[in-house]
């Protein structure tokens, strides 16, 4: 079969082609040449599958989309506490190219403005270090995102160097307040440098995804921006991304996105994609015309909008009552109840909270205020995906309390329960494969199921 999802990314360019409104850049004259009749889209999975049409193989300049990039990069290099001290996360609702700093700490608002993102550039490497050291960190960086060597565009380079009077402002404002150690005209020389790196849709669509799947990359399965980095990250590009239209944006589209003067717009998606449209012709704000309109159809038809409640993120719980009879070597004198608790899908903290109230139905105290313990409780977690760490201390918590007089056993073949090696509890809970296992570790070898009842 041949899939839909290409035909419908064509109608999406199809149905932004006729937009003619605005212009190439045209303070770099390498962009003001641009051809605006140049058009692509891409997505790719928090798995790596990557699909595009258009134009997905013209390269263009990365421009203000490496602002994100790089800003986790110092994050990785410096901390995000000095980051901190050097650029502010408040939305600026100002320009881009804006000369401007916080009232008070005399911070540039954010990093995805021109003054926030020269301070941010400069703290790659080492805050002392030469213009060629922290450029080179940076395409190394960028490449290993995109999964290929990209390389500095020279021309554009120069083009941007040739009249950069706006930004080398920026770096003289930042050197006075003291936000940034090196010359103002390296740094501004390095920002523009990592503008001018060339990328396609394709690439652009991967890293964004790299953001999505929470700094893993989506085709190596290499863990590239640590986790914490990335929330950072996509909450700036959520408040920030798109400059003066990042509310409405926010409001109407729905991802954390950025994007760029050469056409080029990024949203990352958490936890399903990345996506990367191009189109060169600029709305008043510096974003792709034919790229918003696209990036506003995607996230209408497909329900992209990370605050759309279409689905409530349920784990499910299933349980039931198993009464087993007991079998040769019988470990557990028993032929009672045993309690099954399943737990299905990626969990989190409302899944486990479901857990617990399904346990305190079915291990609550009797009339007489004595609790009515089963013989052992089996915990299924087969078909779980993913716990995250809330939900797993409060599912440790839950063990803790049956195994104090009940026996625990864990059926975890992903080994996503993590009980920790120190945990009291570890010695007594046992952990195996699969149902089968469970059954003769409460009933014995040989022991049988004798009825079960669903719904506890
Ligand atoms: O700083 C500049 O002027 C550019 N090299 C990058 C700006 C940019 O891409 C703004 N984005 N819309």
């Not at 000095?82 to 190219?97: H, I, Q, R, T």
């Not at 990036?295 to 087993?324: E, N, P, Y």
């Not at 995906?385 to 409060?394: E, P």
Request: net charge negative; hydrophobic share 40%.
């Amino acid at each position: 079969m041949k899939s839909p999802i290409p035909d419908y990314l064509r109608n999406v360019l199809e149905k932004a082609r006729p937009l003619e409104g605005g212009e190439p850049a045209n303070y770099i004259d390498v962009l003001a040449d641009a051809d605006p009749s140049r058009m692509a889209v891409s997505l790719c999975t928090v798995d790596g599958s990557v699909y595009s049409v258009g134009d997905d193989e013209v390269e263009f300049s990365i421009q203000s989309i490496s602002k994100p990039f790089v800003y986790a990069l110092a994050i990785q290099d410096q901390g995000l506490e000095a980051v901190l001290e050097k650029v502010g996360v408040e939305p600026s609702g100002d320009a881009f190219n804006r000369l401007s700093l916080e009232a008070g700490t005399n911070r540039p608002m954010n990093p995805m403005i021109n003054a926030g993102a020269v301070a941010t550039h400069a703290l790659i490497a080492s805050p002392n270090g030469s213009v060629e050291k922290r450029v080179d960190r940076i395409v190394q960086a960028l490449s290993r995102l995109a999964g290929r060597q990209l390389h500095v565009d020279q021309e554009v380079y120069e083009a941007e160097l040739k009249d950069a009077n706006r930004n080398m402002g920026i770096g003289y404002m930042l050197k006075a307040a003291g936000m940034i150690a090196c010359d103002p005209q390296d740094a501004v020389r390095g920002y523009i440098a990592q503008c001018s790196i060339n990328v396609n849709v394709r690439d652009l669509a991967v890293m964004a995804a790299t953001l999505g799947n929470a700094g893993i990359h989506p085709v190596s399965g290499e863990r590239i921006i640590p986790q914490e980095s990335v929330r950072q990250v996509l909450s700036v590009m959520a408040t920030c991304g798109m400059y003066n239209s990042s509310g409405e944006w926010i409001s109407n589209v729905g991802i954390p996105a950025k994007s760029g003067v050469s056409g080029g717009i990024i949203g990352a998606l958490p936890g399903q994609l990345g996506l990367a449209v191009f189109s060169p012709r600029l709305d008043e704000r510096g974003n792709s015309v034919r790229g918003v309109a696209m990036c506003k159809k995607l996230s209408h038809d497909m329900g992209f909008h990370m605050m759309d409640m279409s689905q409530i993120g349920r784990a499910s719980v299933r349980s039931w009552t198993t009464t087993i009879a007991g079998g040769s070597k019988m470990p557990h004198a028993c032929e009672e109840q045993v309690a099954v608790f399943e737990l299905r899908g990626a969990v989190r903290f409302a899944g486990a909270e479901r857990l617990t109230r399904a346990i305190m139905r079915e291990i609550r105290p009797d009339e007489k205020g004595r609790e009515g313990r089963p013989c052992a409780v089996i915990f299924s977690f087969r078909h779980t995906y993913s716990l995250n760490d809330v939900a797993r201390r409060l599912i440790h918590e839950n063990i803790h309390r049956l195994a104090v007089d009940t026996n625990v056993v864990v059926i975890d073949p992903a080994g996503v329960l993590k009980l920790p090696e120190d945990d009291p509890m570890k010695p007594i809970v046992a952990v195996v494969q699969n149902e089968a296992e469970a059954r003769d570790y409460v009933g014995g070898i040989g022991c049988k199921i004798v009825s079960t009842a669903d719904d506890i």
